[in-house]
Structures are given as C-alpha cells and as structure tokens.
C-alpha cells in the first residue's frame, strides 16, 4: 500500500508539473517590461480568448484572438512589480508571469537633508538621503550613482557619490568654516533636487572684556566675540558679566549685539569682574585694591 501511495503521489506531482509546464509554453511573455513601455505577448491555438494581466494596482483585460500577437501601447503598465498573465479560451486556461521594472532614466529625486540649521565646521554634520523614483514614482531598486554637492557662501564647494542600495543613497557632510547659507544638492543623472542648510557660528573661542571706570560705575564691554573660524557670534548670544566684592556679587546678562555685549556695574575697589557665554569662559578682572 505504501509503496502504490508514494507511486500515486510521484504520479500527480509529474502531471502537475506537465500542466504548469505546458500553461506556460502556451504564451510568449517578456521577461522583463520597462514601466510604461510598450510591449506584447503572443498565444498559440486558434479561437477566441480573453487574456487578463493583474499586478500591483492593475488589471488589464483584452479580447485575444489565439495564435495572434497582443500589442499594448505605452503607458498601459506603470506600476513595476510582479505580474500575472492569464489566457482563458473555451475549456482550456494558460498562465505565465513577468516584472515591470521602474522606468529609465530616474525622475527628480526625493531627497531629505538634516539638520536645517547647524554650527559651522561640524565633522559629519550634515545628513543627506536620497529615496530614487521613476516618473511612475516607482522606486528604482538598481544601484545608481547618487552625486552631492554642498556649497557655501565661500571657498570651494564639497562633492562626493554615493551608490543607492535598494532606491535608498545616503551621505554625510561637513558644514563649512563660513557662516551663511549653504546649498545642499542632490542630482541623478540629469535630475536635481536641492535644500538650504542655515550654518550658524560655533561656541566661541575667545572671550575676552575690558573696563573703565564712569563715575561711580565700572563699564565692562567685551572685545567682538567669535568663534574659532572667525565667525562672529549671533546677536542676542547672552554673555554674562559677574562682580564678586567683599559682601556681594552682583550678575547681569547681556545679549550681544554686533558681536560685542556691553554693560556697567557697581565701581568698587577690590572688586572682581569674570565673563561667560555658554560654557566659555573668559578672562577675570582684579579691579583696584582690595580694601
């Protein structure tokens, strides 16, 4: 019984496989279709039929007359992904498969960059993506060669390429040493797509204040306050002045304008005067003597 079983079983297997095999000799299909192109399938046998085409998000329906070639026009099929091909004539069905790829050449890009706004001279900064379509908006899944550019308000300009992996490309860049706005481009092939990066100035590199005396008040004003690239800072950065004097401290917050904050405090002999911004420290002032 066993043995007559499994002889059955290898029985159906064989036909099956002899039904698939002759479904599908029964229709010439491409192999591959560019989406939106033009492109046919031929039938063997004679009579009428009705041959159907279903993908992703389309159906194709034609009155075929077997033995002929069908002709569809471009455009007919947009949406690349798998596709299956059925031919249904009298008491007899036959079915083949094919792809639509994305079209060629790749439509603009969709491209996203990170951050928006940054410190100058930030290593690996700046982040690019770029996501590669078709005019169908299909994601074209073949590598493709991705060229970035950035560019500031001066010196040369960076460059680099990156090959997109599954529709995906991505890159990192360096802000530049200038402050202003940089353009952050991304072209394939003859396609572009651009952002705006706003590059700010970095923590400052040297704080330094000076001060002269105005009556009974000690005017304390900074030196112009930039970064290490020479930038100078934004205005409305708060610089904080401190007075330590036997008894007291007295602190005022100053916004800078023009890249200088200027302030004044109590005049008193012996008094100490210290300057911040952020984390930056800058130099003390031993007013006078101490008392």
């Not at 007899?92 to 994305?102: I, K, L, M």
């Not at 050449?105 to 940054?118: E, N």
């Not at 860049?173 to 072209?187: N, Y």
């Amino acid at each position: 019984m066993r043995f007559r079983f499994t002889f059955l079983l290898c029985g159906l297997v064989l036909t099956a496989m002899q039904l698939v095999l002759a479904q599908v000799a029964g229709l010439r299909l491409p192999i591959t279709v560019e989406a939106g192109g033009a492109f046919s399938i031929a039938s063997t046998g004679s009579g009428k039929a009705v041959l159907y085409i279903v993908g992703p998000g389309q159906v194709l329906r034609r009155d075929v007359r077997l033995g002929e070639t069908t002709f569809f026009a471009p455009g007919d099929l947009h949406n690349a992904g798998h596709y299956l091909a059925v031919l249904v004539g009298g008491s007899s069905t036959q079915n083949g498969a094919f792809d639509v790829t994305a079209a060629h050449p790749p439509a603009a890009p969709g491209f996203l960059a990170k951050p928006s706004r940054l410190p100058v001279a930030s290593h690996g900064g700046i982040s690019g993506v770029v996501y590669i379509f078709d005019t169908f908006q299909n994601l074209v899944l073949a590598p493709t060669e991705v060229l970035f550019q950035l560019s500031g308000v001066s010196g040369a300009g960076q460059a680099r390429t990156a090959t997109s992996r599954d529709g995906v490309a991505w890159i990192k860049m360096d802000s530049t040493a200038k402050e202003g706005v940089a353009e952050f481009v991304a072209r394939v092939g003859d396609a572009t797509s651009a952002r705006v990066i706003q590059q700010v100035p970095a923590e400052p590199c040297r704080l330094r204040i000076n001060a002269r005396p105005s009556g009974q008040r000690l005017v304390l004003e900074t030196e112009p306050v930039r970064d290490c690239a020479g930038n100078t800072l934004s205005d409305g950065t708060i610089v904080t002045f401190t007075e330590t004097y036997k008894g007291g401290e007295a602190t005022v917050d100053v916004p800078l304008k023009r890249g200088v904050a200027r302030t004044e405090m109590p005049l008193d002999n012996g008094a100490r005067i210290s300057v911040a911004t952020g984390v930056v420290m800058g130099n003390e002032i031993l007013w006078g003597k101490e008392r």
